[in-house]
T-cell receptor, first 113, second 110 residues
Framework: DSGVTQTPKHLITATGQRVTLRCSPRSGDLSVYWYQQSLDQGLQFLIQ???????AKGNILERFSAQQFPDLHSELNLSSLELGDSALYFC????????????FGPGTRLTVL | AQRVTQPEKLLSVFKGAPVELKCNYS??????LFWYVQYSRQRLQLLLR??SRESIKGFTADLNKGETSFHLKKPFAQEEDSAMYYC????????????FGSGTRLLVRP
């Protein structure tokens, strides 16, 4: 599958813990975007990386951080988890750093107990 | 502030009936608009992009700048069209984030 991949599919953890979500973009895509989808907030943009550099920030909490590695995969780190962080986290990728069609991964469902 | 509004949470139609999913946006500049679709247990997929002016799976959408709308239409709904539909706006400037509407669930009954 040459599409966007995300691991793990599901993650269950406790409040106060830290987790790392991983995303591999489509082959050749340089930009990675992270989104949070929750029942009350809908789909919210978190952050974008382009070729290893942070490009844009959205509604990302200080407890959350991300990075993009030289092989272009990205990780989203969520720390000091709260019940309200339970959501579906999507990664998307696009070929360039300018506004373009974004291709989405299947998402990681995070449940904080 | 930029905003995308999809007023209907659920739209239920019978197979063969016309469908219109509403999307209104708020943005002072020149926007780029998309429709994404999420079928059950699948990832978000791009359905339409307004600048390409394509018709995908029989769906079309026209950008109406006067009414700030980008409604999605299909003349004859099929059962396989049942899914969650999201309208999204991308600012045509240095910002790269997609702003999504809250989504409309389309249910096509046999």
């Amino acid at each position: 599958d040459s599409g966007v991949t995300q691991t793990p599919k599901h993650l269950i953890t406790a409040t106060g813990q830290r987790v790392t979500l991983r995303c591999s973009p489509r082959s050749g895509d340089l930009s990675v975007y992270w989104y949070q989808q929750s029942l009350d907030q809908g789909l919210q943009f978190l952050i974008q990386y382009y070729n290893g550099e942070e490009r844009a920030k959205g509604n990302i909490l200080e407890r959350f951080s991300a990075q993009q590695f030289p092989d272009l995969h990205s990780e989203l780190n969520l720390s000091s988890l709260e019940l309200g962080d339970s959501a579906l986290y999507f990664c998307a990728s696009s070929p360039s750093g300018v506004p373009d069609t974004q291709y989405f991964g299947p998402g990681t469902r995070l449940t904080v107990l | 502030a930029q905003r995308v509004t999809q007023p209907e949470k659920l739209l239920s139609v019978f197979k063969g009936a016309p469908v219109e999913l509403k999307c209104n946006y708020s943005y002072s500049g020149s926007p780029e608009l998309f429709w994404y679709v999420q079928y059950s247990r699948q990832r978000l997929q791009l359905l339409l992009r307004h600048i390409s002016r394509e018709s995908i799976k029989g769906f079309t959408a026209d950008l109406n700048k006067g009414e700030t709308s980008f409604h999605l239409k299909k003349p004859f709904a099929q059962e396989e069209d049942s899914a969650m539909y999201y309208c999204a706006l991308n600012r045509m400037d240095s910002s790269y984030k997609l702003i999504f509407g809250s989504g409309t669930r389309l249910l096509v009954r046999p």
